[in-house]
């Protein structure tokens, strides 16, 4: 990959049998010393590097497609700086098919604190906090949608709302991981990283394949760039 695309990996992440340790996230409170924890915690270390000159740090999380492990790596990388008493929110900005609380397995209100009610204007952004669901293990804030797909999403991520939104979420928390739609067929990921003082691009070990790797960094190059790194997922053991 590095050789064919100019794309430093900054992590190689093992593929977890879901049958022996349940879901992969599960493994940073719950085993920390796995494999798995570990390239965690190499990305933590290539994306910290990067912090903002106000102290604060935000994390775009990308892929050239869907399925290739970037919404569990957004949120096992969240899940780690919790952990480490770091304030973090991770976003999921993925309007078109967000399966982030799903993952997590918390029964959450459809109708209460809605990211597309912030981003349509329907709830204020007095307190973030209030905003939020909070992982009760970790301590991790999330924002996100437990509601249906949205219709044309792509309006959402490119307004006003969106940079007031990143505002008032720089000012509270020291580490923010955006987890964006795959960045081939839909313009979110170009348009988010404006936000973002590092970007990662995730890739499916064996399955990528490198013409969408060097398609899908094109694309985010033609908008402002903030430093890209690689991260394999799903790699053999």
């Known amino acids: ?26 493994l940073i409170p719950n085993d920390p010393v796995s494999l798995y924890a570990e390239a965690v915690r190499q990305l933590s270390r ?62 959450v209100d459809a109708t209460d604190g809605q990211l597309s009610d912030v981003l349509t204007g329907h709830t204020r952004l ?18 996100g949608n437990a509601s249906p797909p949205l219709d044309r999403p792509e309006r959402l991520v490119t307004g006003q709302k969106i940079a007031d939104l990143m505002q008032v979420a720089r000012q509270r928390f020291d580490l923010i991981v955006i987890d964006s739609a795959p960045v081939l067929p839909f313009i979110d990921a170009r348009s988010l990283l404006t936000f973002a003082d590092v ?27 903030p430093p890209i790194f690689g991260a394999l997922t799903f790699v053999d053991q």
């Open 1 to 26: 990959v590095e050789r064919t695309t100019d794309l430093q990996v900054a992590t190689i992440v093992p593929e977890v049998s879901r049958f022996a340790a349940g879901a992969p996230q599960d």
């Open 46 to 107: 290539t994306v910290e590097s990067w912090r903002g000159d106000d102290g604060h740090l935000s994390v775009l999380m990308a892929s050239p497609n869907a399925s290739e492990g970037k919404s569990t790596l957004a949120l096992s990388l969240g899940m780690h700086a919790a952990l480490a008493g770091k304030p973090t929110l991770l976003i999921d900005i993925d309007l078109r098919q967000s399966a982030l609380f799903d993952r997590l397995q918390w029964q």
């Open 126 to 143: 007095d307190d973030i906090e209030t905003l939020t669901f909070q992982d009760p293990l970790t301590g991790l804030h999330v924002l």
């Open 199 to 225: 970007a990662i691009l995730t890739m499916r070990y064996a399955q990528t394949p490198l013409t969408d790797v060097r398609h899908a960094l094109r694309r985010l190059e033609q908008h402002r760039q």
